[in-house]
């Protein structure tokens, strides 16, 4: 590992200034010290942020949530309300990574965690992410697991949170925190697509803290759910899933949203699916008519043209398991 | 001499190391506290072929801590003296650091030594090589084979030409790795001349022989210890090259040296089960009577070394066939050498072999079970041989009975519950366990407890357990007074712990020693006048729990302890051997089970879910009823990952394995696992060794993936021929 300085932040200012003088953010540390160990992130100097007081589940007034950054994956899961308000944050991740690593990490980690690529993953590979210039080896190399859609000639990596997948569908906001005062960043717009630059993944200044994600206000009753599609029943990461969220009142769908994970280098909101949904009555061929425009757009690579059909039958499964079929 | 009451063989008694294990007091490989020992770290090939041109270490030399960095520019030229043991393939094997090619990609080019670890991995990234780099050859269906080993008998093209049904049929079978928990690592000492080596291996005297061999020393120089390995699955049965890179850093730095390969470089730095490409072409007649079959099997080996293995053995024995051709290529190319992994050979068979002989009974119409029992053979064709014990129908017949197997889908695709499609599969599996001559010796001490000692393994059998019991019923001793001892090569010499073999050899040669001290304690008491036992006939003794009787008057007779007590005896001790099987041998031994599956298969998804599964085994003798369910559990699951999970991925641009750790590989977690049942038939096989016994390590991974091959056609009328059974492979539904 390159060796490094570590500093602890007693609080929120502290960390900031740390921040800003080229720190780098630990807080479950399941995703850094896992990169660091690879040689991938070479931080030199590692601020714990661990102990900040950024660790509420709070309701807003409107009747939305607002989740500290610092709630570990396991807490956000389980809280009540998250439970209550949004069963598709919490089925999202419950179907995470593994029991003990939920434990550790944070949902501000979480949503900065950096992609699975094994290219990006190993420092011999080229990768523009990790290394700016060098090339893309996943995308003329083994990409099964890669992006279908949002990929740029540079990158073609997958976004692999799958609780920001139904960030993503829920149009959660992030509350920034950094030197020059608050921000409050759309999720879709605080994940960055590669583009020509896939190094840049976020929208986040230098000092920049996220001290929480906020979820909006939806109608009510709100039915919503994830689904997770992998290799394994457990402890891996989704090749396709999908969040969908829906309003149905007097038998007719008042507000849909819907995002698809594992497909893109984004989480990848659907907005033609949740268009075609909004308005009409469920029915099973509504599931299917809308489902078919969620790979609208999709350039598959050599290894991955089954992504385009499985995230069809994924986002209908999904429509279907929340909104019935009556 | 009398037999002894068996109390603790057969008996499900848990693992004599078991409170070590769970206590962490159990000492693995890079566990040992070797005083002074300093940590070295590879440095890996990031070329899959070609030439170093230049190594420059000033950086990792500079960074504090760093004692050395050896390369090949600088390394000491070893003897590599010529050893056709150890396991070691033909060919020429790899020669840790003697020069500058490159053969696959992840080869150790370098090795930096430090006082700590993190300086060790840190001076490891600094180390800088540069290469000439060539395109390396990594695919098998590209690579030039070799010349094939063949097998013949009956006329083969005729049989398949004459045959009423007809199948041609190819598959491709992925390249495994064992991926044990404990990673491999060794640490290397030398006082003076004389080399002492903590390793994770299955094999110490294979290890120790090789080392001498490397080193140009007498074996009896080498001593390798290793009395925990923390799971094999084979990748412990050859000395790698990062055991002897411990033993030359050590050498070079004059102190000893802890190397722990990353979970990366277990992919590259052991051996592998070779990926194959296998075409059957199989004919029978409309009753499903086999009339002939031709195979065409390439396996991946090394660019200088040719691994083979046991694949061709049950298309020769399982079934009976008049007319069989086989042809057995290895494909050399830039890797690493594969080495044996569970099952090996006969798993990958059993893989085609099964589900074509599923597609067989789907295409006449028939039960898989009857046209498996429409093709036993009376005797092993391939050789004339008489079978020791062949319980495959029995196998067949209880798994059928105790799986609901009658309550099949009879049609494929024709179950369906929600989402999911439901089927049922079953394969029959085989595996020709070794027997090979082993040595063992044991000492009864006055005080009436026992020391049993054979160089051996436990990779997690239990054979610290399972030899235990043997020891104590033929000493007559409780399992509590009886110590077995293994993992040193100070102990007298056994094979391989792989195979299947180690009860049958090891535990023949522990059977020898102990009865060879049960008749001297024996021969002692009825000579001697002051026993209760003078004069008694030396056939009506019996020993239980460490007290000499009269089979027929349990009333007459004195422990151990008094009669070695009175004799001024401090010990008794014999050194015990198994032979293996006589030359003159025409028997064939082979350990068979039929494996059930249930599958559900989300139609529209193409997720796998194995729901349940039974093993039911012909292994002969089991010594530890416990521990043989643990054994067939975990080949199940081990079936489950080669079926439906595990493949090695390399990029073939560069001869990189693409997903080299154990989140992109990927195996069987606890979800996977459904309710998984374990049966052996009861019994023993008389004529395959003292013990009876037939191992039953290998033959629980063997028929396992054909099993839920199979059931997944039964589910969604679906074939795969392509291992592992993917997702995408059945979207097309």
Known sequence: ?326 | MSPQPQAAVGAPLSRVDGRLKVTGEARYAAEHDVDGAAHAVLVDASIGRGRITAVDTRAALAHPGVLRVLHHGNAPRLPYRANSGSNNPPGRRLRVLQDDLVRFHGQPVAVVIATTLEAAQHGARLVKVRYDAEQPSTDLAEGEPGKPETYARGDAEAALRDAAVRLDLSYRLARNHHNPMEPHATIARWDGGSLTVWDKTQWVVGTQQELAAVFGLAKDAVRVISPFVGGGFGSGLRCWPHTVAAALAARVAERPVKVVLSRRQMYAGTGFRPAYDYRLRLGSDRRGRLKGAIHAIDGETSSYETFTEGIMTAGQTLYSLAAVRQAYRTVSLDVNTPVWMRGPGFASASFVLETAMDELADRLGLDPIELRRRNEPDEDESNGHRFSTRRLRECCTVGAREFGWESRPLQPRSRREGDWLIGMGMAAGVYDPGRMPAKARARLDADGTAVVEAASSDMGPGTYTAQTQVAADALGLTMRTVTFRLGDSLYPPTPAHGGSMTMASVGSAVLDACDQIRRQAIELAVADRESPLHGADAEDVVVRAGRLHLRSDSARGETYRSLLGRNDRAHLSADGSYAGPPDSERLTVHAYNATFAEVAVDATLGLVRVRRMLGVYDAGRIISSKLAESQAIGGMVGGIGTALMEHTITDHRDGRIVNANLADYLVPVNADVPEVKALYLEGNDPDADPLGVKGLGEVVQVGVAPAIANAVFNATGRRVRELPITIEALLQN
């Open chain 1, 1 to 326: 590992m390159h060796p490094f300085t570590y500093t602890r932040a007693s609080d929120v200012p502290e960390a900031i200034a740390a921040g800003r003088r080229g720190g780098r953010y630990i807080a479950g540390g399941t995703t850094l010290v896992d990169l660091m160990r690879e040689g991938v992130e070479r931080p030199e100097t590692v601020v714990d942020i661990s102990g900040l007081p950024l660790r509420d589940v709070v309701a807003t007034e409107r009747g939305g949530l607002r989740i500290g950054a610092l709630v570990t994956m396991a807490e956000a899961a389980a809280h009540p309300k998250v439970r209550a308000l949004f069963p598709v944050v919490s089925e999202a991740l419950e179907l995470s990574a593994s029991a003990q690593l939920r434990n550790m990490a944070s949902i501000g980690g979480n949503i900065m965690q950096r992609t699975r690529c094994p290219y990006f993953r190993d420092p011999t590979a080229a990768c523009n992410k990790r290394d700016p210039g060098a090339g893309c080896a996943a995308r003329g190399g083994f990409n099964r697991g890669h992006a279908i859609l949002g990929a740029s000639d540079s990158c073609v990596a997958t976004h692999c949170s799958d609780v920001a997948v139904a960030f993503a569908a829920l149009e959660a906001t992030v509350r920034l925190l950094g030197p020059d005062g608050r921000r409050q960043v759309p999720i879709a717009e605080f994940l960055l697509r590669p583009k020509t630059s896939p190094d840049r993944e976020h929208d986040i200044g230098d000092g920049e803290l996220i001290t929480a994600i906020e979820l909006p206000a939806l109608p009510r009753p709100l039915q919503s759910g994830y689904l997770k599609v992998r290799d394994r029943q457990s402890y891996e990461f989704a090749l396709t899933s999908a969040a969908v969220a829906l309003h149905v009142h007097g038998g007719v769908i008042r507000t849909a949203k819907v995002a698809a994970g594992g497909v893109g280098t984004v989480p990848w909101k659907l907005p033609a699916v949740e268009e075609h949904l909004v308005g009409e009555r469920p029915s099973q061929s509504l599931w299917a008519t809308a489902a078919a425009k969620s790979a609208d757009g999709a350039s598959p690579l050599q290894h991955n043209r089954f992504k385009v059909e499985l995230l069809k039958r994924t986002v209908e499964r999904q429509l279907r398991i929340v909104g019935g079929t009556e």
